[in-house]
């Protein structure tokens, strides 16, 4: 048998063992865990946007108002006076409402809030209630009451990767449960449906800051 036969031979060999090697690996019934490049891109968490809610909505936290510049907070630093980022807040006065306290040129107080949200703005449209004396209606928990099945460590990397993603849209993100809790400012099922897509059912839960009520 010449060379360069025998260098056929042995090549002809090694292809069929890293097929073999190959078919082994990725046997009968495995499949690769899903990532976010299995997900149509229309329906990714990072282009998940809701339409904007038709009528009014509620959001219950503190209001600041800076010089003159008043938003609804989303994360408030414990400082004093407190500095906060938000929504802006339009058409707010402070005229006829308690519960406010001011240095210098900060006033701050925690309200339930009546607005409307068009994505970016909420506009007031009701007097707004001090929190002291709203009576906070419990909202119904979304996972029933059944605890997640989610590894933790599965849920950490979810965490993570939400975070890195979303930034700050991503008000609050935390695991507990057994899920990864998300926090956002606006959701009307449009987040939510993202994020089965993404990770699988039960895996993440989306909570809305604002509620529509009418």
Do not use: K
Not at 21 to 26: V, Y
Not at 169 to 185: I, S
């Amino acid at each position: 048998m010449s060379t360069s036969q025998r260098r056929l031979i042995l090549a002809v060999a090694s292809a069929v063992g890293l097929l073999t090697l190959s078919a082994c690996t990725a046997g009968p019934g495995s499949s690769a865990a899903p990532t976010s490049t299995t997900v149509p891109s229309d329906q990714r968490l990072e282009n998940a946007h809701p339409e904007p809610p038709e009528g009014r909505v509620l959001g219950v936290g503190t209001v600041l108002d800076d010089a003159g510049d008043v938003d609804f907070c989303v994360t408030t630093l414990d400082s004093y006076p407190p500095q906060c980022s938000g929504v802006p807040l339009d058409e707010w006065t402070w005229d006829g409402v308690d519960g406010s306290e001011t240095s210098g040129d900060t006033t701050w107080g925690e309200y339930a809030v009546y607005a409307t949200y068009d994505g970016e703005r909420l506009t007031r449209t009701d007097p707004p209630i001090m929190l002291a004396l709203y009576d906070t209606v419990a909202q119904e928990d979304p996972t029933d009451g059944i605890e997640g099945s989610t590894p933790e460590d599965e849920l950490t990397r979810v965490q993570d990767d939400i975070s890195a993603r979303l930034g700050a849209n991503a008000l609050t993100v935390w695991t507990e449960r057994g899920y990864v809790w998300l926090q956002v400012m606006w959701d009307d099922g449009t987040i939510q449906n993202a994020m089965d897509a993404e990770y699988g059912d039960g895996v993440v839960i989306v909570t809305s800051t604002l509620r529509e009520i009418d």
